[in-house]
Each structure stands twice: as structure tokens, then as C-alpha cells.
């Protein structure tokens, strides 16, 4: 009974992740072809970018914001994708990159940064690497 159990799991992430990827590879080609549509930077940020990260897809979803921040420069949610690709490199005990994301945060939306204390992320970043 338990063997059955953990094998329909296994299952049900597996059409999880490859459903994800069938339904948002189409919708990125479509954002791509429809750019200036109104609805295209909300739906790239919100839908593909966070649909990734809920399906632990994380470095997918840095992927896509990286896309996003190249077509929507200066949408509104550019500030929120890079606090999450800081903490995907964070969890990946990558700091230097953490650091470089927290660090435009400050720069850019110095109110955000100093909200979410960015600036003593990046000195526990510097004393793990031995530089603090």
C-alpha cells in the first residue's frame, strides 16, 4: 500500500513539472510574439516567472525573469523577480550572485532594499566569505 501511495506522488510531480513546461513554453512564445500588448509584461512576471517557482522550477524561473527584464525594462514587478533571483542564488549558497541581485535592489528601490534589510544580507554574504 505505501509502494502505491509513493508511486502515484511520483506521478502526480512528474505530470506537475512536464504539464508546466507544456503550458508555459507555448505562452512564453506567445508573450514573445505579442510584446506590446498590454496584458504580456503582468502575465510574463506573474504567470511564467511564479508558476515556475511554485513548481520548484527555480532556475527556470531566473531564466524567465531574465527574459522579462530584457522585453518589460522598468515593469513594476522588476524589483520583486530580482529579490526572488536573489533568493534562489541565496539558497544556493551562491552569494556573489545574490549579492550582485540585493545589491541593484538597493540601488534601484533603495525602499524595498532597506524593507526587506538587503544591506545586512549582503554583510552575512561577506562574513561567510570571509571578507566581513
Not at 552575512?124 to 571578507?131: P, V
Amino acid at each position: 500500500m505505501k509502494k502505491a501511495i509513493i508511486a502515484v506522488i511520483c506521478v502526480v510531480v512528474a505530470f506537475f513539472v512536464i504539464g508546466t513546461d507544456l503550458f508555459v513554453n507555448p505562452f512564453v512564445n506567445w508573450i514573445e510574439k505579442n510584446q506590446k500588448k498590454s496584458s504580456a509584461p503582468r502575465m510574463m512576471y506573474a504567470m511564467s516567472g511564479y508558476l515556475y517557482m511554485v513548481a520548484q522550477r527555480q532556475g527556470k524561473a531566473v531564466e524567465l525573469y531574465r527574459k522579462a527584464f530584457k522585453w518589460f525594462p522598468g515593469y513594476k514587478d522588476e524589483g520583486e523577480a530580482h529579490y526572488r533571483i536573489g533568493l534562489y542564488y541565496e539558497s544556493k549558497k551562491d552569494y556573489p550572485k545574490a549579492t550582485e541581485e540585493y545589491q541593484l535592489i538597493l540601488d534601484k528601490w533603495p525602499d524595498m532594499g532597506q524593507r526587506l534589510a538587503l544591506h545586512q544580507r549582503i554583510e552575512r554574504f561577506r562574513a561567510y566569505q570571509g571578507g566581513g
